[in-house]
T-cell receptor, first 112, second 110 residues
Framework: QQKVQQSPESLIVPEGGMASLNCTSS?????YFWWYRQHSGKSPKMLM?????GEKEEGRFTVHLNKASLHTSLHIRDSQPSDSALYLC????????????FGLGTTLQVQP | EAAVTQSPRSKVAVTGGKVTLSCHQT?????MYWYRQDTGHGLRLIHY???????EKGDIPDGYKASRPSQENFSLILELASLSQTAVYFC?????????FGKGTRLTVV
């Protein structure tokens, strides 16, 4: 049983559309959440991190976190074909932030 | 940007053989990690280290050993490679928050 569950498994959005990805941890010991993007054949690159309740926006990307439910979501507005990738959610505890628990990911395809 | 270099980038190994994957970072980071990525399992932590000459077990350490001879270098050793160890292996380093991954090593055990 994955400790970090992501949904949907895959998502297709039109260019310019909004993509919404979800992630929930069943491990109540986690403190931090991370979103990574991994293009095919490449290594994961950190997209955004969120450590406290609420919302954080960086350009076209917005993340939300509800610590009570250990649920985070990533929203990509004005999606571009270059956003097509595997999006990985990860959680960690405060004492060792590199000790990440990853979900299986959401594959996003942005259609021109 | 932080640099984590892995070698080799790909390798074909024979079942039962010994495999060593190497990782070098120039970030001056204390923490280093080895992850493997498989379809259906995602990325999982094998071993990590927070100081030279010391390593810790991650979530799936069986069949793997790790070595951290210096702050910059972290190796993953498969003493007896098995078919189930075919995967992409990523090394990573971090100091505080952001984790920087290397480009990965694609290991195929035949």
């Amino acid at each position: 049983q994955q400790k970090v569950q992501q949904s949907p498994e895959s998502l297709i959005v039109p260019e310019g559309g909004m993509a919404s990805l979800n992630c929930t941890s069943s491990d109540r010991n986690v403190d931090y959440f991370w979103w990574y993007r991994q293009h095919s054949g490449k290594s994961p690159k950190m997209l955004m991190s969120i450590f406290s309740n609420g919302e954080k926006e960086e350009g076209r990307f917005t993340v939300h976190l509800n610590k009570a439910s250990l649920h985070t979501s990533l929203h990509i507005r004005d999606s571009q074909p270059s956003d097509s990738a595997l999006y990985l959610c990860a959680a960690s505890m405060a004492g060792n932030t590199g000790k990440l628990i990853f979900g299986l990911g959401t594959t996003l395809q942005v259609q021109p | 940007e932080a640099a984590v270099t892995q070698s080799p980038r790909s390798k074909v190994a024979v079942t039962g053989g010994k495999v060593t994957l190497s990782c070098h970072q120039t970030n001056n980071h204390d923490y280093m990690y080895w992850y493997r990525q498989d379809t259906g399992h995602g990325l999982r932590l094998i071993h990590y280290s927070y100081v030279a000459d010391s390593t810790e077990k991650g979530d799936i350490p069986d069949g793997y050993k790790a070595s951290r001879p210096s702050q910059e270098n972290f190796s993953l050793i498969l003493e007896l490679a098995s078919l189930s160890q075919t995967a992409v292996y990523f090394c990573a380093s971090t100091q505080n928050t952001e984790v920087f991954f290397g480009k990965g090593t694609r290991l195929t055990v035949v």
